[in-house]
């Protein structure tokens, strides 16, 4: 784009290029406002990019942000998004040790199957039952809350009445997660397979009484209002590529390698100072969303930060020749892992790991889940690579709070990985590094990104995937109509940080849009 057109004025300024900013340019443009979306960057979608991260290997990665469930039908449907969304036949394996012989729970693959399952791991039928029932009373809430994330944010009470449960309202609203889970389950195994929604992302313990972790498993929990994590065919570029063509065809500009360096207000316009390598440029427009972190929002207004965020991942991406085979012989690797495969994530395991690294430590049996992407959507693939039956493996570390980092990030991201992955060739009959991949280089295809890696490289603050802890969906104290509202008129926040925010969703974005739009200016 030209000087000019980054310094004119518009109806709306958009800070961020990431899939919630792409999602709210696009809404007001096809609404007729004229719209300019500033991406540091010299690519738009944020987090929710594909990358070939291997020098020479024809692969095309989800770098950072992987499955999709909180993204709206409603929002593909009004942008008329030209996304596909692919099923994956198995939810999740978790490998055991039961008896001294390897064995496991897969959940997928039929009804019949999956209570099968569950009777071989424990025994009897009872934790199925129990199963059956805990996930339909997630079902239950999931079908009512979903629906009102693209809706004015209600009252505590007007939620309440909508999911028409109290035993379902006590279990995720008002009690730790933890005391539902031990009252469903009785087996370690199946309590922090249940458990693990609530702590992606998010480091806290089952009975934490902050209810943060009561508030992730929610958002994981509900999406589409079913919970069920799709995963995007093309990889998560796709998905933001279809975004950006959205917003660009409705009449947004979307101008690359431009940082907004500093926003001005005095409530009933603004002004955003951008900066490029030829210099710096002044937008002006009535409405401003920023779609960052609530810490970079208060840096470009001046306003006093918020309370620091942590993250509390590793994550890890990997390509592999072929898929390890798994010490449990009745599971074949291609079901294994094509859903999420869970190590180390036993109730005890999870609750010991947390303990140890909230006491500064890193966790002697880290947990952790992986996923194969190219088994449900081989597109990412190369057509020789596939050809060759090579496979992609995505891990997503929990407990590793960005503290742990600090004293040495690039020696404790080592160690750490090495510990990791020596958990998931417990489970392996053959060391996951002789399935590893090289690059042009000869290097192996593994990348590994703490905390403190997601902060330098995509501003999250601590590394918090969701820019801070998840906030409840419905009204607080000062949360605004929407949630996007700030306490200056006319700027809204659009990020993850905004309420019923967090995820690959786009409902900041969509909502910020109404917010605008109900402006009327």
Same mark, same amino acid.
């Given at each position: 784009m030209t000087a000019s057109e980054a310094s004119r004025t518009y109806d709306a300024v958009i800070v961020g290029g990431g899939h919630n900013g792409l999602v709210a340019a696009a809404y007001l443009a096809r609404a007729g406002r004229s719209v300019l979306v500033l991406e540091r960057l010299d690519h738009t979608g944020g987090a929710a990019v594909s990358a070939r991260p291997f020098p020479g290997v024809d692969a095309r990665l989800s770098r950072y942000s992987y499955l999709v469930s909180l993204l709206p039908g409603k929002i593909v449907r009004d942008l008329g998004l030209d996304v596909r969304l692919r099923a994956r036949t198995i939810s999740s394996y978790t490998p055991a040790e039961r008896g001294g012989r390897p064995t496991g729970l897969l959940v997928g693959g039929g009804e019949r199957r999956?209570?099968?399952?569950?009777?071989?791991?424990?025994?009897?039928?009872?934790?199925?039952?129990?199963?059956r029932r805990f996930h339909d009373m997630t079902g239950r809430v999931a079908r009512r809350v979903?629906?009102?994330?693209?809706?004015?944010?209600?009252?505590?009470?007007?939620?309440?009445r909508a999911v028409g449960d109290e035993e379902a309202w006590r279990a995720l609203f008002e009690e730790p997660i933890g005391v539902a889970v031990e009252e469903h389950f009785a087996d370690d195994l199946v309590r922090g397979l249940v458990l693990t929604d609530a702590l992606i992302g998010t480091f806290a313990d089952a009975h934490d009484p902050s209810l943060k972790q009561n508030r992730c498993f929610l958002y994981h929990v509900i999406g589409g209002g079913t919970g069920a994590w799709d995963v995007p065919v093309g990889g998560m570029g796709a998905l933001t590529d279809a975004l950006a063509d959205a917003a660009?065809?409705?009449?947004?500009?979307?101008?690359?390698?431009?940082e907004a360096i500093r926003v001005d207000t005095d409530g009933r316009t603004a002004e955003v100072t951008h900066r490029t390598a030829d210099g710096e440029g002044v937008a002006a427009a009535r409405h401003v969303l920023v779609n960052a972190s609530p810490r970079e929002l208060a840096a470009l207004l001046g306003d006093p930060p918020p309370p620091p965020a942590e993250g509390a991942q590793l994550k890890v991406n990997m390509l592999l020749t072929r898929l390890p085979?798994?010490?449990?012989?009745?599971?074949?690797?291609?079901?294994?892992?094509?859903g999420t495969f869970h190590i180390a994530e036993g109730y005890g395991q999870l609750a010991a790991a947390y303990a140890r690294a909230a006491a500064g430590e890193l966790p002697a049996e880290p947990p952790s889940e992986i996923y194969c992407h190219s088994l449900?959507?081989? %597109?990412?693939? /190369?057509?020789?690579?596939? $050809? &060759?039956?090579?496979?992609?493996? %995505?891990?997503? /570390?929990?407990?590793?709070? $960005? &503290?742990?980092?600090?004293?040495?990030?690039d020696a404790v991201r080592e160690e750490l990985l090495t510990s990791t992955l020596a958990r998931l060739d417990a489970h392996l009959t053959e060391p996951l590094a002789d399935c590893l991949a090289t690059d042009a280089d000869g290097r192996p295809c593994l990348e590994a990104r703490s905390p403190l890696d997601l902060e330098r490289d995509l501003g999250l603050p601590g590394g918090h995937i969701f820019h801070r802890d998840l906030s409840w969906p419905h009204a607080q104290d000062g949360t605004g109509r929407?949630?996007?509202?700030?306490?200056?008129?006319?700027?809204l926040l659009c990020g993850a940080g905004a309420v019923r925010g967090g995820g690959v969703s786009g409902v900041p974005g969509h909502n910020a849009a109404m917010a605008v739009l109900e402006a009327g200016d």
């Open positions: 999956t209570r099968e399952a569950f009777a071989r791991l424990t025994g009897s039928e009872s934790e199925y039952r129990a199963w979903f629906p009102t994330l693209t809706e004015p944010l209600p009252t505590r009470e007007d939620l309440r660009r065809a409705a009449g947004a500009v979307i101008a690359t390698g431009h085979r798994l010490r449990d012989t009745s599971v074949d690797p291609r079901e294994a892992f094509a449900t959507d081989p %597109t990412i693939l /190369g057509p020789d690579l596939a $050809a &060759r039956g090579y496979q992609t493996l %995505t891990l997503f /570390g929990l407990h590793a709070p $960005a &503290r742990l980092f600090e004293r040495d990030n929407w949630g996007v509202e700030t306490r200056h008129a006319g700027v």
